[in-house]
Structures are given as structure tokens and as C-alpha cells.
């Protein structure tokens, strides 16, 4: 009866030691990641990037992976990103290929922007146009979103008032 026992507990904890393992690696894939003037989403390992934020000569293009279909390419729409109480509203268009579907536009307000991957809490992004049903709507976990956000702003930088 001992012998059963210790290996049910055996078990037991072989399963628990799995699962945590598994969970470990679902949650390093739900993960922001900063690479070369991008601040991404997601991975190839998954089902592509999700999201991605890039500085190209100071400006910041942000893109969200849509369900839009080809007939939409072109198409007006907006980026409402949520974090917390903070609230960012992006005009963008749709680029769409025969692989893949982005909603695309520039951030204007950069401050706001690094705000929204400060306060500890996900990310909502929902992309939406003139048809009420949302075109995309994301929950973005906030593992390493403040040092991804930290790294760049450092290469585009929230613009300095001077001279006042």
C-alpha cells in the first residue's frame, strides 16, 4: 500500500513538474519582444506576429494582424489601444496580401503611446472601420511590454518642447 502511494505521488508530481513546463512555454510566446528598432507581438513559432511597432526615421508605424479580406485593401480604420485607464485612438488602412492582413498606421502622440505598456496591465487592441463588427479585436499580455516600450523610446523618442 506504501509502495502505490509514493508512486502516486510520484506521478503527481511529474504531471505538475509538465504542466508547469507547459504553461512556461505558452507564456514566453505571449510575450512582447524588441528587436532592431521593433517592438513585436507574437512569433513565427505561433501564428505569426499580432502586433508590431517599428521606428523608421523617428516616426513610429504600428501594424495589427486583422481577418480583413483582399476586397478590403485600401480601407480606412482605426486602432483603439487600451491599458488600464489609458486609452490611444491610431488612424490606419488595411494592407492585405494572400498571406496576411494588417491594419496599419503612424502614432502621432508618442507619450501616450509608451504610457499604455507601463501600467502593468494587457493590452487591449481592436481594430474597427465603418462596419460595427470589429475587424480585429487582441488581448495582449503585458510580459516584458514596459522593457520592450523602454527600448524603443530609445530609439524614437517622445519630441522635447524647447524654448519655452
Not at 32 to 45: F, I, K, N, P, R
Not at 93 to 103: F, G, K
Amino acid at each position: 500500500m506504501r509502495v502505490v502511494s509514493i508512486a502516486a505521488i510520484a506521478t503527481l508530481c511529474a504531471t505538475s513538474a509538465l504542466a508547469a513546463a507547459t504553461e512556461t512555454s505558452e507564456e514566453e510566446l505571449a510575450s512582447w519582444y524588441y528587436v532592431a528598432q521593433s517592438l513585436t507581438y507574437g512569433g513565427y513559432e505561433t501564428d505569426g506576429l499580432s502586433f508590431y511597432a517599428n521606428c523608421e526615421d523617428k516616426r513610429l508605424h504600428v501594424a495589427v494582424s486583422t481577418n480583413a479580406q483582399t476586397a478590403q485593401n485600401g480601407k480606412a480604420v482605426r486602432f483603439q489601444l487600451a491599458s488600464g485607464p489609458l486609452r490611444l485612438t491610431i488612424p490606419a488602412r488595411l494592407e492585405v496580401s494572400d498571406m496576411e492582413a494588417y491594419a496599419v498606421g503612424d502614432v502621432e502622440t508618442l507619450a501616450r503611446f509608451y504610457a499604455l505598456f507601463h501600467t502593468g496591465k494587457p493590452i487591449t487592441v481592436k481594430v474597427t472601420g465603418a462596419d460595427p463588427q470589429p475587424l480585429q479585436l487582441l488581448q495582449l499580455s503585458p510580459r516584458n511590454a514596459e522593457t520592450g516600450a523602454r527600448r524603443l523610446e530609445a530609439v524614437c523618442p517622445v519630441a522635447r518642447r524647447t524654448g519655452q
